[in-house]
């Protein structure tokens, strides 16, 4: 087929990924190359907000392009949406990616509505307790709230030492609020005010042996860390993979286990709300969707896989161990993230004052440098940050203090 595009300078000029060789023998080379050839990023761009939105490479905006234009045109056998489909090979390949079946994951348009899908579908009488941490995100605990006002069931938070001494306080911390009439457990897997990575198996499995179910909201969890979720123990997990997965925004996943597939009520319905024979996929038949974004999603995860998520983690992790570095220096700076590296991926918070924060952020925004934070400052990188952009926030930072 003949592309034409509207941006065929951009997309469509979507080179090969880096030889590997190259990774080992010059990495650094390696990473710009890849920065250079397979973002769209321009140069002068330092982007440092993959917490909230993150930044879809040239092969997966290729594929959301290519997919509109064919859809347009009714081109290929498919049909260019979802919504009443099954979408098996979507979700074949994120399943594998994820480490599930296919058959106990859903499509979803974000974490949000992942964890609203829960919390509106699980049966919980007045008086039924949801437990989470008092940090979790307005997407992962509002529907809760919504069910304390609207049903009656109560809402309790548990407060998370930041930083942690080590993963076993936060078991404890978490697994001890656990009260009689706690039913739920929803906390999120990565904390998205400072990129603290819970223990999440061993909390899931502690809260499965007191009869809790576990809800994670896994937004940061997938492309940021490896990790298989069969091996989590959890009973739901919510996705964003525009995160930190390559995807585009408009696409999520709903991780379902087996136990849990049948007590689920769907919140969003069709005529097939009924058939459980559908499994996990009973919880995506919402309606017609742009399925453009679905093939954005897989060519993100393949994106992924062919650089390999271990090797996206080092980088990554590296990347936020040289920032926690430059803050831990930095005496006006109350760390958030712990030194154990265990404990922290891609993403390094801190608390500064107020002041040093105004005359930073007018500094950074100067640069064109996008930041997340306020007087709590939270620095994403990924594998398209450069270690000069770290190294850049830093000198303004310790430039701020001075002014
Ligand atoms: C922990 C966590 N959960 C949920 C969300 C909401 O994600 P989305 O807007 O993709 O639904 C975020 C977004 O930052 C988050 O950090």
């Not at 950074?364 to 306020?374: F, H, L």
Request: with cysteine; net charge positive.
């Amino acid at each position: 087929m003949k592309r034409r595009s509207l941006f065929p300078a951009l997309a469509s000029a979507a080179l090969p990924l880096p030889d590997l060789k190259l990774f080992d023998t010059a990495p650094e080379t390696y990473w710009k190359r890849l920065r250079q050839e397979q973002f769209l990023l321009p140069d002068w761009r330092a982007y440092m907000n993959n917490g909230s939105l993150g930044v879809a490479p040239k092969p997966v905006v290729a594929a959301v392009e290519e997919y509109l234009e064919r859809g347009a045109g009714m081109i290929g056998s498919e049909y260019p949406r979802w919504g009443y489909e099954l979408m098996e090979d979507h979700r074949r390949v994120a399943a594998q990616f994820l480490g599930c079946a296919m058959e106990n994951l859903a499509i979803t348009h974000n974490a949000t509505e992942a964890m609203s899908f829960v919390a509106q579908g699980l049966d919980l009488a007045s008086g039924d307790e949801v437990l989470m941490t008092d940090q979790e995100h307005t997407g992962g605990k509002g529907a809760w709230l919504l069910r304390e006002a609207r049903h009656g069931i109560r809402v309790r938070t548990v407060p998370i030492p930041l930083p942690p001494n080590d993963s076993a306080q936060l078991v404890d911390r978490v697994i001890s609020a656990i009260g009689p009439r706690t039913r739920v457990l929803s906390f999120s897997g990565i904390l998205t005010t400072t990129g603290l990575i819970m223990p999440v198996r061993e909390i899931c499995l502690a809260a499965r042996a007191k009869g809790v179910i576990t809800v994670v909201d896994g937004a940061h969890m997938h492309g940021q860390i490896p990790f298989r979720i069969d091996e989590l123990e959890c009973d739901f997990l919510a996705g964003s993979p525009h995160k930190w997965l390559f995807a585009p925004p408009g696409c999520g996943l709903l991780y379902i286990r087996d136990a849990m597939l049948d007590r689920l009520w769907p919140t969003v319905t069709t005529e097939a709300w009924t058939s459980r024979n559908l499994k996990a996929a009973r919880f995506m038949q919402v309606g017609t969707n742009s399925r453009a974004v679905l093939e954005g999603m897989v060519a993100g995860i393949r994106f992924a896989e062919a650089i390999g998520p271990d090797r996206i983690y080092r980088r990554i992790h590296d990347l936020a161990r040289r920032a926690r570095q430059h803050a831990a220096a930095i005496p006006e700076l109350e760390m958030m993230t712990p030194v154990d590296d265990r404990l922290y991926g891609g993403l390094v918070a801190f608390r500064m004052p107020r002041p040093l924060f105004e005359r930073f952020s007018k500094k950074a925004s100067a640069e064109k440098m996008w930041i997340y934070g306020s007087d709590l400052m939270r620095i994403a990188t990924h594998i398209h940050t450069r270690p000069e952009d770290v190294d850049r926030f830093f000198t303004l930072l310790r430039e701020s203090r001075a002014a």
